[in-house]
Structure formats: structure tokens, C-alpha cells
């Protein structure tokens, strides 16, 4: 059984700042991480995936990944108030159904 | 950009109705899946349609819930006899390497 958990927040962030977004999962075997954006009402959004360990840079965006402590995690440069969204962790082992997590609230403070 | 897009937005039926909810994944993906989110709480995945056929189902995906791909383009989730637990949105996801999420169809039972 495969669980992937995030603090639920709210994460607050003033403008401008970096936001670091956690997710830690239990499944070793695991392949494939991947952050979604979910705004209030909205279907998840994919913004970042990474399947192998280290840094992966998407604009404002970073993904870290480290599958020895089994922890994945987000970065975003220059916060923007649009960036105010849940966030979600999830993982799969390729082509297959993905895992979430319950995400992360994040707000962005002007 | 290509896009998975879902009909309806908003279905609301009576407990034990059947409903259909149809989705047309991006053109040239392979992998198709439905997911359910219950308001405030995470996604979880139903089910997973490749070459065919259900390749994974979860426990939700009772005997009430039937998939289908009737033509080269339409993927559909019945819910035979809705109940009022059923209540959620639905969302349907297509993967060549990373799966990209429809907009959703929010069913309501009453």
C-alpha cells in the first residue's frame, strides 16, 4: 500500500519569497514523482515531474527528489498570488494509477 | 494544446439513477483513468482503461461502475444505481508519460 503524505498547511508566504512544499511517501519501489496544482474547484493541474533523484528546474518551479529518504519536494521562486493553490504530491511506478497525497494549501501573501 | 475535456461539467440525479460521464482523453495518449475527489478530500484513483480493457480497478470500483470506450475518441464511467456517497467530482486523466487531468464533472445526488 502505497502512502504519500504532506503537511496540509495552510503554508502562508509572503510575496516574492520561496514556498517549500514537503512530501514523504512510503513505497520504495516507487518511480515516478509528481507535483499537481489543484485551484479551489478545479481539476488537478501538472507542473512538475522528476524520476530521478536530485534537482529538476522548471522555471520559478524546482523539484528535488532524494528515493534513499524516500522524500520529494517543491520550490517555487518569486511567489505570486496565483500561485495561492493546493498542491499536490504523487507517485506511481509508470503507466500506471497515480497515489496522491491530501496536499497542501498555499497562500500567497501580497 | 491538446486537452482532456469532459461532459458534463455539472450532472445532478436522484439516488438510484444511472448516470454516464464522458470524457475525450488527448488524441494520441494510451492510458486512460477516472478519479474521484469528495469535497475535501484527496484524489483517488477508480479505475485504469489501456488497450481495451481495465487493466486496474480499485475497491470503490464496485459492481456499480462500468467503463467503456465506444469509439476511437469517447471514454465513459456509468454509475449504474447512484447512491448519495457517490457524490463527488469526477475526473478523467489520459497518459502518454505523465497523466494531464480533464476538468472534472461534479455529480450531485440527491
Known amino acids: 500500500q502505497k502512502e504519500v503524505e504532506q503537511n496540509s498547511g495552510p503554508l502562508s508566504v509572503p510575496e516574492g519569497a520561496i514556498a517549500s512544499l514537503n512530501c514523504t511517501y512510503s513505497d520504495r519501489g516507487s518511480q515516478s514523482f509528481f507535483w499537481y496544482r489543484q485551484y479551489s474547484g478545479k481539476s488537478p493541474e501538472l507542473i512538475m515531474f522528476i524520476y530521478s533523484n536530485g534537482d529538476k528546474e522548471d522555471g520559478r518551479f524546482t523539484a528535488q527528489l532524494n528515493k534513499a529518504s524516500q522524500y520529494v519536494s517543491l520550490l517555487i521562486r518569486d511567489s505570486q498570488p496565483s500561485d495561492s493553490a493546493t498542491y499536490l504530491c504523487a507517485l506511481n511506478f509508470g503507466n500506471e494509477k497515480l497515489t496522491f497525497g491530501t496536499g497542501t494549501r498555499l497562500t500567497i501573501i501580497p | 494544446e491538446p486537452e482532456v475535456t469532459q461532459t458534463p461539467s455539472h450532472q445532478v440525479t436522484q439516488m438510484g439513477q444511472e448516470v454516464i460521464l464522458r470524457c475525450v482523453p488527448i488524441?494520441?495518449?494510451?492510458?486512460f483513468y477516472w478519479y474521484r475527489q469528495i469535497l475535501g478530500q484527496k484524489v483517488e484513483f477508480l479505475v485504469s482503461?489501456?488497450?481495451?480493457?481495465?487493466?486496474?480497478k480499485s475497491e470503490i470500483f464496485d459492481d456499480q461502475f462500468s467503463v467503456e470506450r465506444p469509439d476511437g475518441s469517447n471514454f465513459t464511467l456509468k454509475i449504474r444505481s447512484t447512491k448519495l456517497e457517490d457524490s463527488a467530482m469526477y475526473f478523467c486523466a489520459s497518459e502518454e508519460d505523465e497523466q494531464y487531468f480533464g476538468p472534472g464533472t461534479r455529480l450531485t445526488v440527491t
Open positions: 482503461f489501456y488497450n481495451n480493457e481495465i487493466s486496474e
Open positions: 488524441s494520441n495518449h494510451l492510458y
